[in-house]
């Protein structure tokens, strides 16, 4: 019976031993430096692929409606919409099934920021892309379209805008010269948010 046991344990350290090791030397899905992603996404106001912003800094935050943290996150954002200054940002779901109606109620800065867009992306192609399955996940682009900060877990406002290098307060800069490409919805389909950003 020890021996059972022994041996028993013996395979659980020696497998979890080779996971860690296959874990710690595959290569990362979107290391820093890298480019944005293209990923199509679908909005009340876009749908786009995700394009270097014609210099802005660019703010992605993965989130799910579930998620306690992500709300939280959400509601941080909302207070802190107006110091935003000069950050672009994203927030992205997988869920096709969100009602943005009641987004626009909860959060009312950030439904109607221009700095702003709720977008939904696939939930494959946003794994295969940015590599995150935890939320909430933040990715952050510097002016040249390149990932500069990773940020796993809810952060304040002032902990995001540090990340990209931004006072808070900056005032935020012409939307003039950014830009984004207008593409389908995930799976082709515009009517998960209506028809989509009008032409």
């Known amino acids: ?31 820093l430096g890298a480019e944005l992603p293209a990923i199509p996404v679908a909005g009340p106001r876009l749908d786009t692929v995700l394009r270097e912003a014609g210099g ?12 306690a943290a992500c709300l939280e996150q959400l509601r941080m954002l909302e207070a802190g919409a107006p110091s935003l200054g000069p950050v672009r940002l994203y927030l992205l ?11 626009a109620r909860r959060w009312p800065r950030l439904s109607t920021s221009d700095q702003v867009s709720w977008g939904v992306a696939g939930r494959e192609e946003f794994r295969r892309r940015f590599g995150a399955r935890s939320t909430p996940a933040i990715f952050v ?43 389908p919805a995930p799976g082709g389909q515009t009517g998960l948010f209506g028809a989509g950003r009008p032409e």
């Open 93 to 103: 779901t997988d869920e096709e099934n969100v009602d943005l109606a009641s987004f």
């Open 1 to 31: 019976m020890r021996r059972a046991i022994a041996f028993a344990a013996l395979g659980l350290v020696t497998g979890t031993a080779v996971w860690l090791g296959v874990q710690l030397t595959r290569p990362e899905v979107l290391p």
């Open 141 to 183: 682009f510097g002016p040249e379209g390149r990932l500069e900060a990773k940020l796993l877990g809810q952060r304040t406002v002032a902990a995001i805008l540090k990340a990209a290098g931004v006072a808070a307060g900056q005032p935020a800069v012409s939307r003039a010269g950014a830009q984004e490409a207008r593409f």
């Open 56 to 67: 802005e800094r660019l703010v992605v935050l993965y989130f799910h409606t579930d998620c």
